[in-house]
């Protein structure tokens, strides 16, 4: 049996609305034909946004939306995505496929998408390939209120007012494909290239440092120690590879329960990650002035068959959706200093949360998940002890019940609960310690398979269903927890 005690008048930070943040970048279909088709399209749009997937973001409150990359970032040079469509340049996307990137999705495309989501931009700049002069015209481009030639340039290209821009990332894996670089010589970059990014008519910009890949604790000493104080958040990137990068990383659907375990326990390892990274901040920044934002996270697996490597392209299924809540439950525990996360990626590639294909749209058992862990956007993280016996697999073991609770601005307590064993149900005791409830109704994601998993064919696979499992009496909750679920309840 798992003991859970929640003490409902102890909180512990505020769970940042960001950690539910996404990551779109020009990769495979995830901008072309994901976010955007153009004006002329059938598909039914906005300007050339896809209305379809605009109204299935907006129903799980997407709060940020971190674009244009990725490595693709590094290469970006964002005087090529503004003006008229027929003179603005065709590149290569050297990066994902050698394909041509025609820039028809720029600037003003990627600041009406977040309006029309209601999300707050986050713009990776180009340090890897980029000048600071550029990356320092972008920002004025976008922000500036006033007669510049930039910012009159913005208005001949359709946008008289400015946009506000909070989120802006100073490079991105600049110790891999954005540059290849040492984590002092980029400390030293990080310094000049963020002077440059300047607050112009009130706009304030968070500023974000390009942090450590995954257990580069290094990357995190030098940058913490060397430039810090010039930050205003570190990012980390961290995937679920249930193989090895190189040698197979394993298939999305075809899989047998080693590989579900080995999944679990990968997916499990972001916590150590955020503690051990966080420790090395904690004694540069004691005060947590510094957000860790682990803007890269999801799974990774070999891509389907017949589909063009460079694509990154997966199906998305009942482990997808588990390894999703495991993070989220991981963040909000760490979420004095994980003040965002962005998953890899928003549609069509690696732990996407929609898949499209043409017209036709289908949402991931991943997508699932963010919806019904919206209600703990900006809720406050309460106190939660748990005792879970360990799922066992070939002689090593992982907790079977990972969990979360938090309590929003109307008093309702929410707790989302996941079972990481395929196969054993999990019984659940859980004290609530504080002010009587004498209610719980509740929402289930579950699956009889492993691999289940959603298509355009059949996209009610798996999605979530009305929850009868949990019963209140005394301030005791019982609950029943079938094999491979997630349940959030609600309790007042
Ligand atoms: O998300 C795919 C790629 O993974 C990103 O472009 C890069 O930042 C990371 O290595």
């Excluded at 909180?11 to 960001?18: Q, T, V």
């Excluded at 990332?169 to 540059?179: R, S, T």
């Excluded at 697999?393 to 979360?404: D, F, L, M, N, R």
């Excluded at 929402?443 to 996209?459: C, K, V, Y």
Aim: with cysteine; proline share 4%; net charge negative.
């Amino acid at each position: 049996m798992t003991e859970v005690i929640i003490n409902t008048d102890i909180r512990k930070g505020r769970i940042n609305r960001n950690i539910y943040g996404h990551f779109a970048e020009h990769l495979g279909r995830c901008i072309y034909g994901g976010f955007w088709v153009g004006k002329d399209s059938e598909i039914p749009n906005i300007n050339g946004i896809r209305k379809d997937v605009v109204e299935a973001l907006k129903e799980i409150k997407i709060p940020v939306l971190r674009w244009p990359g990725g490595c693709f970032a590094d290469e970006y040079h964002w005087k090529d995505g503004i003006g008229p469509y027929e003179s603005r340049p065709k590149r290569i996307n050297v990066h994902w496929g050698g394909v041509i990137e025609n820039n028809h999705f720029g600037t003003h495309e990627f600041f009406e998408l977040c309006e029309l989501l209601e999300a707050e931009p986050y713009i990776s700049g180009n340090v890897g390939s980029g000048t600071i002069q550029e990356m320092r015209e972008w920002i004025e481009y976008i922000t500036f209120d006033g007669e510049s030639t930039l910012a009159n340039l913005r208005a001949a290209n359709g946008r008289e007012k400015p946009w506000k821009l909070r989120y802006f990332g100073i490079g991105n894996e600049n110790w891999g494909c954005g540059g290849n670089m040492r984590p002092e010589y980029y400390a030293d970059l990080y310094r000049r290239y963020s002077t440059y990014v300047r607050d112009f008519s009130g706009n304030k910009i968070f500023k974000i440092a390009c942090g450590p890949n995954v257990d580069d604790y290094n990357w995190t000493e030098v940058l913490m120690r060397e430039a810090g104080r010039f930050m205003d958040g570190l990012s980390l990137h961290y995937y679920t590879i249930p193989g090895d990068f190189w040698l197979g990383k394993g298939s999305a659907t075809n899989f047998d329960e080693d590989e579900w375990f080995r999944t679990m326990k990968k997916a499990l390892r972001i916590d150590e990650l955020i503690t051990r990274h966080s420790a090395i901040m904690d004694r540069y920044d004691p005060e947590k002035r510094v957000a860790l934002v682990v803007d890269e996270w999801g799974t990774w697996y070999d891509v389907e068959p017949e589909t063009n490597p460079a694509f990154l392209y997966q199906q998305n299924t009942m482990r997808d959706a588990l390894v999703a809540a495991i993070h989220f439950n991981i963040f909000h525990k760490h979420c004095d200093r994980v003040r965002m996360a962005n998953i890899a990626q928003t549609i069509n590639v690696l732990q996407a949360v929609i898949h499209t294909e043409g017209s036709k749209m289908v949402l991931t058992p991943t997508y699932h998940v963010f919806n019904m862990y919206k209600v703990h956007q900006d809720a406050e993280l309460l106190d939660l002890n748990i005792k879970s016996p360990g799922y066992r697999y070939a002689g090593e073991s992982i907790p079977q019940v990972t969990a979360t609770a938090s309590v929003d601005k109307d008093g309702k307590i929410h707790i989302s609960l996941c079972n990481l064993s395929p196969k054993e149900p999990a019984i659940i005791e859980c004290e609530l310690r504080g002010e009587k409830k004498t209610k719980v109704t509740g929402t289930i994601l579950t699956a009889e398979e492993m691999n289940a998993h959603n298509t355009f064919e059949n996209p009610n696979k798996v999605v979530p269903q009305h929850f009868d499992g949990a019963s209140i009496k005394d301030n005791k909750l019982k609950v029943l927890l079938p094999a491979m679920s997630v349940v959030t309840l609600e309790v007042v």
